[in-house]
């Protein structure tokens, strides 16, 4: 099993109290987010309706390429502590149950309509409360491992039994992930492991190479494209070119624009354009593989911050 580092990273909503089980603290605040301790690889997964949804909610991730974690991994400090574990809630719960008898701690008693769970004591008379919540995203839930005797807590024991249970979800997850990639199509497969690699040109223009042909690559650019949001005006496969008007997201953070939302806007007006928002995205045929450059609205090769951001956001798409 990988390392915990390499294996589980993380969120929390209000707590609702039981009727069923002994009254317990609010938690505190949970309105920050602090983000830490990577444990697993990440992965992007073809859209379903719950990613539409998210979006939906979340404007700008498929402008900016900007999403939520889609692996295991631990949040907050103190008593904010807690592990996010993306996907099934239901399944979750399940594999915490599975956690336990893995470990030989038995359950004392559960309600996952509330969410909550407790162990039977250990070897030294802890034992353990699980809290379980909605995320803050879609398909994701917030894990709280704690102490259920308030006036004895272990912060030490607390985290290292979250810690245990990161580990041990985060497994999981690897497992997930290795039977999703065996199960694709070899073609799919075959487009997981072709190389992309970042180019340094003359007079500091990049460029990407793929290692696939001109057919292969061109439907799989047109398929980021489609997919992180751009706004394609034109595309001309006889010549290779997809025409796609792009919002810089760091130059517009640095506009004088009033506000947040007016900085961050891609729903200009007409004549706010400017033709430095429009660019060709090139592929040309190189035998069995294909390059990929960046050209100006006056279709001229560029070596903007702008068109090296683009390459890479496509290099990135192209190698998940």
């Given at each position: ?253 640095e506009r004088e624009e009033p506000g947040f939302f007016g900085r961050m806007a891609f729903w200009k007006d007409d004549d706010e354009v400017t033709p430095e928002e429009y660019y060709y995205i090139k592929l040309i045929s190189d035998a069995s593989d294909t390059r990929i450059t960046v050209l100006d609205s006056e279709q001229v090769r560029t070596s903007s911050e702008t068109a090296k951001r683009l390459l890479g956001l496509i ?6």
């Open positions: 099993m990988p390392s915990l580092d390499e294996v589980a990273p993380d969120n929390t909503q209000k707590y609702r109290k039981a009727e069923t089980m002994p009254p317990l603290d609010i938690p505190p605040d949970l309105s920050t987010s602090r983000i830490n301790d990577q444990v697993a690889g990440n992965e992007q997964s073809s859209a379903t309706y719950s990613e539409y949804e998210e979006a939906s909610t979340n404007p700008l991730a498929a402008r900016y390429n900007i999403t939520p974690e889609s692996k295991p991994a631990l949040s907050g400090e103190g008593d904010d502590r807690h592990l996010v574990v993306p996907g099934d809630r239901d399944e979750t719960w399940q594999r915490i149950e599975a956690f336990w008898a893995d470990i030989d701690m038995n359950i004392h008693r559960k309600d996952q309509r509330i969410g909550l769970m407790d162990t039977q004591p250990d070897v030294d008379g802890y034992a353990y409360r699980v809290r379980m919540e909605r995320g803050d995203v879609n398909r994701s839930a917030r894990v709280y491992v704690n102490g259920t005797d308030e006036t004895n807590r272990s912060n030490q024991k607390d985290e290292a039994m979250l810690r245990q249970l990161a580990e041990y979800l985060g497994g999981l997850y690897q497992q997930d992930k290795a039977r999703a990639e065996a199960s694709l199509p070899s073609s799919a497969a075959q487009q997981t492991e072709a190389r992309v690699i970042l180019l340094d040109e003359a007079e500091g223009q990049q460029a990407l190479l793929v290692e696939q042909e001109f057919t292969t690559v061109w439907d799989r650019v047109g398929r980021v494209l489609d997919s992180r949001g751009f706004a394609v005006e034109d595309r001309d496969r006889s010549r290779g070119t997809y025409y796609v008007r792009y919002l810089d997201p760091f130059n517009e953070a290099q990135e798409q192209l190698t998940q």
